[in-house]
């Protein structure tokens, strides 16, 4: 079972910027980001949360260029099919049944599910 990736608030800031960014990114240019934006993170500070998305295996740094190791996409695909695969048994029928009965789902929504799984 692949692991789901327990990150923080600021962990996950730090992810989106990253994503954001496309291609990797010098670490001092990141810290100027996040000041642009008005976090007042030390240079520290930034280096903390990196070092344990390092430690997760969620980026990785070369030559003072920050990368992420999985796109935007792969990291929530991941993370969905870990949460369907440990709480649902890997039936993806049950986890929308399970969240139809529970969360109001608009119509338009509904339909577009419809067509997409008709269509795969």
Not at 34 to 48: I, S, V
Not at 64 to 85: A, F, L, P, S
């Amino acid at each position: 079972m692949k692991k789901i990736y327990d990150i923080s608030d600021a962990e996950m800031e730090v992810m989106e910027k990253l994503w954001e960014q496309g291609d990797g990114i010098k670490q001092s240019e990141l810290l100027a980001r996040f000041e642009a934006d008005g976090k007042q993170w030390k240079r520290q500070t930034l280096n903390t949360f990196l070092t344990r998305l390092e430690g997760k295996g969620l980026v990785k740094r070369e030559n003072r260029i920050v990368k992420v190791v999985y796109g935007r996409e792969e990291y929530n695909n991941m993370q969905m099919k870990t949460v369907i695969d440990h709480v649902y048994g890997g039936r993806l029928s049950d986890f929308i049944a399970s969240f139809v009965k529970k969360n109001t789902i608009a119509d338009s929504d509904a339909k577009d599910l419809i067509h997409f799984l008709e269509n795969k």
